[in-house]
C-alpha cells in the first residue's frame, strides 16, 4: 500500500509560479509511476501530468506543456509538480497518484481509474 500527502498548493497571481510537492510512504513508490491530477470547480477531474517510476519518462497534458515539469526523487519517496506562468485556468485542485508500471507503459498514464492510490489534494487558485 502507499499512501500519498499532498502540498505546496496556495492563491498566486496569474504570470507566477508554484511547486507542488507530493510525500509517498510505502517500500514499494519507486516501482509505481506516478501522475498528477486536477479537478477545478465543477468539471471532472483531468489528467495533467505523469512519470515513470525512473523519472526518465513523463507525458503532459497538452496545455500545459512547456509551463510545468514534472520529476521525481525515489530516495526522498517524492514527486513534484513545477507549475510555471500559471493561469487562471490551472485553478482546481491537485492530487498525486501511483499507477502501476505495467499500466504506465500500457498507455493508461492519463485515465483516472487505472491509479490504485491517491493523495488527499491541494488546492491552487490563480488570480488574474
Known sequence: QVQLVESG????QAGGSLRLSCAASGRTFSTYAVGWFRQPPGPEREFVAAINERGDDTYY???VKGRFSIS???AKNMVYLQMNSLKPEDTADYYCAVIPSWRYY???YSEEGEYDYWGQGT???VSS
Open 123 to 125: 488546492q491552487v487558485t
Open 106 to 108: 500500457g498507455g493508461s
Open 9 to 12: 498548493g496556495g492563491l498566486v
Open 61 to 63: 497534458k497538452d496545455s
Open 72 to 74: 521525481r526523487d525515489n
